[in-house]
């Protein structure tokens, strides 16, 4: 029968490992949110100028609709959010996959660390008594 040293030594591993997902997960979820957030900040803003730059030559150019209709022209040009490059969409969708992935491994070596925690804990109060009945029986 292994000895508690073991299973604390099997803990300290689970930890780790739970803790090196934990970090990992992190360090993705931080990539995702700066491809869809990050990028959608920058979108907007680029498609705030157009509209603003659309409405300026509007006001500049009265009563003329084909200049008009030019200016309206411009909104075409306007930044699609990242989902609509299939790339991108692509590449947040793998990191989404690779989490989830993560995120089953970080459960199960918590699973694990808790399990050996408990048996750990097992052995050495087995090992107490086991101390305990050498020395009174003497």
Known sequence: MANSGYYRDLYKEFEQEAEDYGRDIEKLEQIKKNLSGG???E???VNREINDLVEDLKKGVRHNSVFTNKADDLKENKEKSSFDDAS???AISSL???ISVLQNK??????????AKRKYEEEK?????EILNRFFDK
């Open 96 to 98: 989404e996959s690779e």
């Open 43 to 45: 979108q907007l803003a």
């Open 106 to 115: 970080k459960r199960n070596a918590e699973l694990k660390r808790d399990e």
């Open 39 to 41: 990028l959608y900040d």
């Open 88 to 90: 991108l969409g692509a």
């Open 125 to 129: 109060e087995r090992e107490r008594q």
